[in-house]
């Protein structure tokens, strides 16, 4: 959800060439691979695929939490 509402946040604000960064390999795999599943979870990744059709360029990256501190804390925070 948080990948999902900072592409959407990034593409409001008017950028359209865009590298999204997720520190969630399940995450990554189905983004890069253009995966489906037909639950909750595959909804998600449904939604950010379809945002993405709309930049001129996206790719996907995977950066381990480690590697991205700001990320993660706003992550956990999108829980809340």
Do not use: P
Request: hydrophobic share 40%; proline share 0%.
């Amino acid at each position: 959800m948080a990948a999902r509402h900072g592409l959407q946040i990034a593409m409001e604000a008017g950028f359209h060439h865009l590298i999204l960064e997720v520190d969630n390999s399940k995450v990554f795999n189905h983004l890069h691979k253009r995966m489906n599943e037909c639950t909750a979870f595959g909804g998600v990744i449904k939604d950010i695929s379809s945002l993405a059709s709309c930049c001129n360029a996206l790719s996907y990256s995977f950066v381990k939490r480690e590697g991205n501190k700001v990320a993660h804390y706003l992550a956990r925070e999108s829980r809340n």
